[in-house]
C-alpha cells in the first residue's frame, strides 16, 4: 500500500480539520466554550482503499464523515477531493462533486422515506443528476437492486415491508447508483441483527471491487475493521492519536488509548484469555479538553509533560504514526 501512494494522488485530503460547535450558555457562564466535536486532524484517502475511523462514541467520527460530505460546514480547515479544494463552495459550485461523495447512513429505519417506493428511493439521485428516460432510470435500478441482493419484484414496495438488512441494502443501492468514488459508511452495521451483519459487509467489499470505490468506513467494531481496512485512523476527543496500516496497527499498536481499545476485542477461542486494559475515569468533555495530551488523565505512561504539552502526530516508522510524548509502549 505505501509503495501505491507514492505514485497515487489521494482521492481525498484533509488539513487541520476542525468542527466546533456553540454550547448552551449556562446560568452564570459569561462566554460559553464551544463543543470541539474535530480539533484539528489531517489524513488521506487513496483511491481503492478502506479508511477506517474508529473509537468511543462521541469522539468525532461521524462529524469528521459529515464536514468531508459537506452536510456541515467546517470551523477551520481545508478539505481536498480529487485535487479540487472543496472547503468553502457553495451550493452550486458543489453540485458536481456530490455526485462522486455519496453516504450509507447508520440506521436503515430513519434514513428512508417511509412515504416514497423503493424505485424512488434508490433512483432519487438518477433524477437530479442525470438525464435519463424512464425506461434507461427503471433499467440502472433494476440492475443495482440486483447487484445487492434485492429482488425486482421489490421495485413498488415501501420501506416498511422490508427486514433491516434489506432496508440497508436499499440504502446501499441509493448511495452507489450515481457511481461515486467515495462512499463515506457511517457506521452501517451498528444497527443490524449480528447474522445479517456478515452478509452487508461483504456486498460492500464485493461493490468496492466491482465498482471501484474508496470507503471512509465509520465504526466502533474493530473485527469489521481488521477484516476489510487498509489503513486505521484512530481517534480520541476529536483527535487522531494513531495511523496505520491495518497489519501495522494490529500487530503492534503504540498509542495508549489504542492498546486499550484492542484489548477489548473478544478472541474466538476456547480457553485463550488477552489481558484487558482498563481505562480509569470517563471520557473528558469536549468543551473543555484537558490540557496537552487530551488521553493524559487516563493514561497508565503519563508524565509531567504528557500535561502540558500537545503530542505532534509523528511517525515513529514507514507508514505508522501516533501521537504520544513517549512510544512505543510494551
Known amino acids: ?176 447508483i ?7 459508511a457511517d457506521e452501517p452495521l451498528s444497527a443490524l441483527d449480528v447474522s445479517i451483519q456478515a452478509q452487508v459487509i461483504n456486498l460492500m467489499q464485493k461493490l468496492k471491487h466491482e465498482l471501484h470505490l474508496s470507503y471512509l468506513l465509520i465504526t466502533h467494531d474493530l473485527s469489521v475493521v481488521e477484516h476489510i481496512s487498509n489503513r486505521i485512523a484512530v481517534m480520541y476527543l476529536g483527535k487522531i492519536v494513531e495511523l496505520a496500516s491495518r497489519d501495522q496497527l494490529f500487530s503492534q499498536p503504540s498509542h495508549p488509548y489504542t492498546k486499550a481499545l484492542f484489548s477489548a476485542i473478544p478472541i474466538p477461542k476456547v480457553g485463550q484469555r488477552k489481558q484487558r486494559i482498563i481505562l480509569k475515569g470517563d471520557v473528558p468533555s469536549p468543551i473543555n479538553p484537558p490540557s496537552g495530551c487530551r488521553f493524559h488523565p487516563r493514561c497508565h505512561y503519563t508524565q509531567k509533560i504528557c500535561a502540558e504539552l500537545p503530542p505532534a502526530l509523528k511517525e515513529i516508522e514507514m507508514g505508522h504514526w501516533a501521537a504520544c510524548h513517549f512510544p512505543p509502549h510494551e
Not at 489531517?42 to 477506517?52: H, K, L, Q, R
Not at 428516460?133 to 421489490?154: F, N, T, W
Open 1 to 176: 500500500m505505501r509503495g501505491l501512494m507514492s505514485v497515487t494522488e489521494p482521492l481525498l485530503k484533509v488539513e487541520n480539520l476542525k468542527k466546533y460547535f456553540p454550547s448552551r450558555k449556562g446560568l452564570f457562564a459569561r462566554t460559553p466554550s464551544p463543543v470541539r466535536a474535530v480539533d484539528g486532524i489531517d489524513f488521506e484517502i487513496y483511491p481503492g482503499e478502506t479508511f477506517s475511523l474508529v473509537g468511543e462514541s462521541g469522539c468525532g467520527k461521524s462529524t469528521t464523515g459529515r464536514l468531508i460530505l459537506r452536510l456541515i460546514e467546517p470551523t477551520e480547515g481545508q478539505i481536498w477531493f480529487q485535487g479540487n479544494d472543496i472547503t468553502a463552495l457553495g451550493r452550486k459550485a458543489m453540485r458536481p462533486f456530490r455526485k462522486s461523495m455519496q453516504i450509507i447512513f447508520q440506521d436503515p429505519y430513519s434514513s428512508l422515506d417511509p412515504r416514497m417506493t423503493i424505485k424512488d428511493i434508490i433512483g432519487e439521485g438518477l433524477k437530479r443528476y442525470d438525464n435519463l428516460k424512464p425506461q434507461q432510470r427503471r433499467d440502472m435500478i433494476l440492475e443495482m437492486m440486483s447487484k445487492v441482493g434485492l429482488r425486482s419484484e421489490h421495485y413498488n414496495h415501501y420501506p416498511h415491508e422490508f427486514s433491516g438488512g434489506q432496508r440497508q441494502r436499499i440504502g446501499i443501492a441509493r448511495a452507489i
Open 178 to 184: 450515481l457511481n461515486p468514488k467515495l462512499v463515506v
